[in-house]
């Protein structure tokens, strides 16, 4: 699935296809079909100025969680955003109400939001990869019954191996949650770097992933998507 609207203008003056792509997936949560859509351009394109806009269009819509985090070039913590995302929707439901293992992942990942009692009970079990993932899943699943969520994640070129396997995995279980993720990435980054693009590999083939490009589409980037879903949905 494929969104390939393409600006070439460094100034990004026309972005109405844009936004209205974006606004498309975000009124999809109404019917709990969730999405991840990956924003590229070059540096300085407007990918951020695009998603701003975006934002201030949904925050004057119905209530509901919006969560902003970056990956940090020089601060590669592994999960790094993730834990980010995480600590601010730990605010929206009541962790008491949490099967045991989605509190041993949050242990993991945010001890210092939790009561000492809840730490002490679940530190000596840290969870596998795996499992950890399936818990974070069950988590945002939990926050979303509650409360359709948007989650934006900017520069994901510097994301490390786990955030992206994470998200790899979350793309592949969004359908049907009531949930939009939203990230940028630099497509130079993408065309240089295989090893990046490797690793996004099940990301890209999500069925619900979208790619909406606001500068001319990368070949390999492009070139695998139209191979794996074969159009624009």
């Not at 950890?132 to 359709?148: E, I, P, S």
Request: net charge positive; proline share 3%; aromatic share 6%.
């Amino acid at each position: 699935m494929v969104i390939t609207q393409s600006v070439r203008c460094r100034a990004f003056v026309g972005r109405r296809k844009e936004l209205a792509a974006l606004d498309e997936r975000r009124k999809a949560l109404a019917k709990s079909s969730g999405s991840f859509v990956l924003v590229t351009g070059e540096a300085g394109i407007g990918k951020t100025r695009l998603l701003n806009e975006f934002l201030e269009l949904v925050r004057d819509r119905r209530s509901r969680n919006i969560v902003n985090t970056e990956c940090l070039q020089s601060a590669q913590q592994p999960l790094g955003p993730i834990r980010a995302l995480v600590s601010e929707l730990a605010n929206t439901v009541r962790l008491v109400d949490m099967p045991p293992v989605v509190l041993r992942a949050l242990t993991q990942l945010i001890p210092e939001r939790l009561d000492v009692g809840v730490v002490a009970a679940n530190a000596r079990f840290p969870l596998e990869k795996d499992q950890l993932f399936g818990a974070l899943w069950a988590f945002l699943g939990l926050v979303c019954a509650k409360r359709a969520t948007l989650l934006n994640v900017e520069d994901l070129q510097w994301s490390d191996g786990s955030t992206i396997g994470f998200l790899g995995y979350l793309a592949g279980r969004i359908d049907p949650m009531r949930l939009l993720v939203v990230a940028t990435c630099r497509s130079d980054e993408l065309e240089r770097n295989e090893k990046l693009l490797a690793s996004m590999a099940s990301l890209l083939r999500a069925r619900s992933f979208f790619h909406l490009a606001s500068c001319s589409l990368s070949v390999a980037l492009g070139a695998d998507i139209h191979k794996n879903v074969g159009g624009v949905r």
